[in-house]
């Protein structure tokens, strides 16, 4: 497959799910897979910085030499996971999830609970394509397929697989990209 980006930087997406608290070993495996697929089409893999699937998905990003970003909901740059290779300190607490959002070009969810809500929802107001994996189960999967009001602004797309979701999610950016009026979009082919 070969998506034509309009990009003068990298990529950044987005992954969105579950804490340490409630992440299952399906949704750490899921996002993992994920993190890989970003690092293959050199794409930017950010998360907020924490354990559970942010963990897993910057683990994954690593594996294949993938570019990391934890945007923190503390002040200081401590209890990051090991996988974080930029740190952004925000000290501002979960209202962080909107720096999460602004700094992405798309989103995927895995798994999830109420912060990851927060997020999708947050993703949908501001228009950012966003894909469920709805076999990590929690929040993703109640979320799939759906809008999240009439206005049917961005459809939170259902996805089975972390490659499926890169394949979604790249058309959806570059759809996006492709109506934007901005200027100083550069064309970038990725193969997948």
């Known amino acids: 497959m070969r998506i034509e980006i309009r990009m003068g930087r990298k990529l950044q997406i987005a992954v969105l799910g579950s804490s340490k608290e409630i992440c299952t070993k399906k949704a750490y495996d899921l996002a993992e897979q994920t993190g890989e697929e970003i690092a293959k089409i050199d794409a930017i893999c950010l998360t907020g910085g924490g354990h ?22 503390w002040g200081r740059m401590e209890h990051y996971n090991k996988y974080c290779d930029v740190v952004v300190a925000t000290g501002i607490g979960f209202s962080r999830d909107a720096i999460n959002l602004n700094s992405c070009d798309g989103a995927i969810l895995v798994g999830g609970g109420a912060g990851t809500l927060n997020e999708a929802t947050y993703a949908y107001i ?6 469920a994996l709805t076999p990590s189960g929690g929040m993703a999967k109640k979320v799939a397929g759906t809008f999240f009001d009439e206005r049917k602004t961005e459809k939170v797309w259902d996805v089975k697989t972390p490659k499926e979701a890169i394949e979604r999610i790249l058309k959806e950016i570059e759809k996006k990209k492709l109506a934007s009026k901005r200027r100083g979009f550069k064309k970038r082919q990725i193969e997948y």
Do not use: S
């Open 52 to 73: 559970g699937v942010m963990e897993a998905a910057m683990k994954g990003a690593k594996k294949h030499g993938g570019l990391t970003l934890g945007i923190l909901p």
């Open 126 to 131: 501001e228009d950012i394509p966003i894909v």
